[in-house]
Nanobody
Framework: QVQLVESGGGLVQAGGSLRLSCAASGRTFSNYAMGWFRQAPGSERDFVAA????????YYADSVKGRFTISRDNAKNTVYLQMNSLKPEDTAVYYC?????????????????WGQGTQVTVSS
């Protein structure tokens, strides 16, 4: 079973940037489409961004489009989320996960093998 470990979270001022990483164990990382979700206290886990196995297709929530960029390096078994122009409403725990074959990239039910999450806090 593939294990996912997120890193790169932290405290940043509004307007700042962070880059999250999600490192995967195993040798078949390139077989998996990946996604990032986030969950604020008292809220559901919301879709942020997703990427296809090759990286050729990407998907974004409207709330982050133009500010966040998802990418992957299959040689390093890692998927990234570059977050720019951060806003206080981006504060949440961010999770990466593996998407099931052919499933809707924007739905949390399409994913399994979730990481433990990394906290992102944006101060105003």
């Amino acid at each position: 079973q593939v294990q996912l470990v997120e890193s790169g979270g932290g405290l940043v001022q509004a307007g700042g940037s962070l880059r999250l990483s999600c490192a995967a164990s195993g040798r078949t990382f390139s077989n998996y489409a990946m996604g990032w979700f986030r969950q604020a206290p008292g809220s559901e886990r919301d879709f942020v961004a997703a990427i296809s196995r090759s990286g050729g297709n990407t998907y974004y929530a409207d709330s982050v489009k133009g500010r966040f960029t998802i990418s992957r390096d299959n040689a390093k078994n890692t998927v990234y989320l570059q977050m720019n122009s951060l806003k206080p409403e981006d504060t949440a725990v961010y999770y990466c996960a593996i998407r099931q074959w052919g499933a809707d990239p924007t739905r949390s039910g399409s994913y399994n093998n979730w990481g433990q999450g990394t906290q992102v806090t944006v101060s105003s």
